[in-house]
């Protein structure tokens, strides 16, 4: 009797089962992301199938190594039919990725973001997010050296003067790392060019190597723990980062805080982006084109923005951060003082022989 039972469910089940997948199609969605991000696009997928009874999303989360498998699928012909990439690896996979500019209305993004997701005026990813460093500054120790918050219209040898005079066994001026995503302000400041042979003479990189020597910290100096680590500890005043720390410092920094745009100079901040991409090789491409329309769209933009960690591309989500609690709107005004990354497939080159003369 149990037997005919067992029989009976497991019928039922593959019954079921037929009849439910009947007429869906599934597609497949890759990202990398934090928990946070994570839920959030678990629950975006949730509500389009829920709207879209005709499509399955299979998500596949790569919260490591992510292009490296990205690159593998690529290359066994067995990519994610939706695809979340950024403009530092997008001209790898030029070819690769279908155009997508008919699915975008310009006007309702950014024009630094669209620009960051094309190659050769094409636009191969809807832009989720638009990313620039800025100043995290304590300013508690300004305070404590009786020094005023800097406004948007300072300059880098101002910067530099506030650091050198906080700078002392306890405290320093500004954080550095070497890597050339934290130099590249300072070389659009000076309007170096890192595409040149000679490094040496990339002008405001020899300036970033310098701040070990004056106001930041050494490698030595840093030990076992990170710059984003030294600045919520209070031992550091200016730290240059992205929107992606914001709830990492307001969830555990214990002193009065602001953000501020770092110096524009005569580049102003270089800009990145990352966003929703469809393979070539996609067999389900109408199907990616409507979740990537779902997941793009203003309701989702706001719903990623209010997670902390993005910037959205789209210009009416991104108002949310337009408020003067922690002088948030300096992330917008620095979209308005921005230029495009100078990033081509040769970036990744460039940047590990520019890095090995950043260490200090």
Not at 37 to 44: A, C, D, M
Not at 149 to 176: C, F, H, Q, R
């Amino acid at each position: 009797m149990i037997k005919k039972i067992i029989f009976f469910m497991l019928i039922l089940f593959i019954l079921t089962g037929c009849t439910s997948n009947k007429g869906v199609e599934e597609i497949t969605f890759s990202s990398w992301g934090s928990l946070t991000e994570v839920e959030v696009i678990k629950n975006i997928i949730l509500d389009f199938e829920r709207e879209n009874p005709d499509i399955k999303i299979k998500f596949m989360h790569f919260p490591q190594n992510y292009f490296q498998k990205i690159h593998l699928l690529f290359a066994s012909n067995t990519s994610p039919d939706v695809i979340f990439i950024n403009n530092i690896y997008l001209p790898l996979y030029k070819g690769k990725l279908e155009d997508l500019s008919e699915l975008v209305e310009n006007e309702k993004y950014y024009e630094q973001a669209l620009d960051a997701m094309k190659i050769d005026s094409k636009l191969y990813a809807i832009p989720r997010d638009v990313s620039n460093l800025v100043l995290y500054i304590n300013t508690d120790i300004l305070n404590a050296n009786s020094i005023p918050n800097p406004t948007e219209d300072w300059t880098l040898d101002k910067m530099i003067e506030i650091a050198a005079s906080i700078t002392d066994d306890s405290v320093y001026g500004i954080g550095y790392e070497p890597i050339l995503l934290f130099a590249m302000p300072y070389i659009n400041y000076f309007d170096g060019d890192i595409n040149t042979k000679d490094i040496e003479q990339i002008e405001g990189l020899n300036f970033y190597r310098e701040l070990p020597r004056e106001v930041a910290p050494k490698r030595s100096d840093v030990g076992s723990s990170t710059i984003a680590q030294m600045f919520i500890d209070g031992k550091i005043a200016f730290y240059l980062s992205g929107r992606w720390m914001y709830p990492k410092i307001n969830e555990k920094a214990d002193f009065n805080w602001i953000v501020m745009t770092f110096p524009y100079g005569k580049k102003g901040v270089s800009c990145d982006a990352s966003g929703w991409a469809i393979s070539k090789n996609s067999k389900h491409k109408e199907a990616s084109k409507r979740f990537i329309n779902y997941i793009s769209s203003e309701t989702s933009a706001k719903y990623f923005a209010q997670t902390g960690l993005v910037v959205p591309a789209r210009i009416e989500a991104s108002k949310l951060l337009d408020n003067n609690k922690y002088n948030e709107k300096a992330f917008l005004k620095a979209i308005t003082h921005s230029t495009k990354n100078p990033v081509d497939k040769n970036y990744k080159k460039i940047a590990d022989k520019i890095e090995k003369t950043l260490e200090y």
